[in-house]
């Protein structure tokens, strides 16, 4: 399907476990991003990529980590899982500069016990 | 931190109002940008304003930017059941390419 998807949709994971929540978007786009949303806090911005193998920290980065060995995928992994990284988890894509329009996925709802 | 922030963080109205919402911001932008926000959903873009411009209609939408004050406004008019949501704004920095979100806005339109 064209667009762009994350998997899985839903995971309940324990602390302390490593989780991978996997993003793929279908248009070659070169940016991609990674937010987490939180009551409260709105979109906050984990980690982004402007193209391949190229990745830069964003708001919230601890705890995380992310790759970009191919321009359609932007893998997020929770090293060790805490319950402060319960939220929901958004993957953003872009094709190109500031005054381009970001298209979002479903989005991954992770509840850490 | 948000650089954008909305204004108000609820808002709930009759079907047929019109609906105004708010965003402030601290720093110079590139653009902004609006999105929406269905329940369970991603967010959809709704409309993007450079800091150049001054207004921008889409359909039901009208967003104005005033640089001067920092602030734009969304409004949606003759509103529908169909326009519950919440609805972000995002600005853009001169230096950056990153989107900074605000918290949101959070509209009830009652049929």
């Known amino acids: 399907d064209a667009g762009i998807t994350q998997s899985p949709r839903y995971k309940i994971t324990e602390t302390g476990r490593q989780v991978t929540l996997m993003c793929h978007q279908t248009w070659s786009h070169s940016y991609m991003f990674w937010y987490r949303q939180d009551l409260g806090h709105g979109l906050r911005l984990i980690y982004y990529?402007?193209?391949?193998?190229?990745?830069d920290k964003g708001e919230v980065p601890d705890g995380y980590v992310v790759s970009r060995s191919k321009t359609e995928n932007f893998p997020l992994t929770l090293e060790s899982a805490t319950r402060s990284q319960t939220s929901v988890y958004f993957c953003?894509?872009?094709?190109?500069?500031?005054?381009?329009?970001?298209?979002f996925g479903p989005g991954t709802r992770l509840l850490v016990l | 931190s948000q650089q954008g922030e909305e204004d108000p963080q609820a808002l709930s109205i009759q079907e047929g109002e019109n609906a105004t919402m708010n965003c402030s911001y601290k720093?110079?932008?590139?653009?902004l940008q609006w999105y929406r926000q269905n329940s369970g959903r991603g967010l959809v873009h709704l409309i993007l304003?450079?800091?150049?411009?001054r207004e921008k209609h889409s359909g039901r939408l009208r967003v104005t930017l005033d640089t001067s004050k920092k602030s734009s406004s969304l409004l949606i008019t003759a509103s529908r059941a169909a326009d519950t949501a919440s609805y972000f704004c995002a600005t853009v920095n001169g230096g950056s390419y990153i989107p900074t979100f605000g918290r949101g806005t959070s509209l009830i339109v009652h049929p």
């Open positions: 720093t110079s932008i590139n653009n």
């Open positions: 304003i450079r800091s150049n411009e």
């Open positions: 990529s402007a193209a391949a193998d190229i990745t």
């Open positions: 953003a894509s872009r094709e190109g500069g500031p005054g381009e329009t970001q298209y």
